[in-house]
């Protein structure tokens, strides 16, 4: 008895030690293990087949700014049953961008109105030369009801402004 009791704290202490060693698994989808952390695969897929462009890469530009989104378009609704509609225009928006050190900054927004007020609780950039996706854990408050929630902006840097400028 005393010997199987040793031989299965040998076998415990055996597998808890090869799982310590265990490489961690890479997620090699080109972004972050913080983005990684904060969105899933499928999710990313989900927005990319409706139409979001996710920037990926480590060496986005320093994107730093207040930005107006004007008209602001939609793109692609929640589901067939979402009362919004594609081509729909929404209510202007202004993010702003600040504390950029590598691929962390802090993000605001709020629109026209400001019954959609949020700011980022943690937002992590992926992108390459001009091009970028942020994403950031947001917390707000839109039409009295507050919220938690992930949100991806992308677009491309230019000397007007940002082109082709996404929020999902």
Known sequence: MQTKKILFVIAACAMLFSQSCKKSESNDNGLSQDINNIISQDIINNLESRGMTINKGNTPPNITNIVIASPYTLLSPYSATDFWQPGQVIA????????????????????????????????????????????SETVGVSGGVNYKSVTIISGELTATGVKNFQHS
């Open 92 to 135: 202007d928006y202004k993010y702003r961008f600040s504390g950029q050190a590598d691929n962390k900054v802090m993000l605001d927004y709020k629109n026209t109105g400001n019954s959609d007020v949020a700011n980022g609780l943690g937002s992590f950039l992926s992108g390459s030369g001009n091009q970028f996706t942020l994403f």
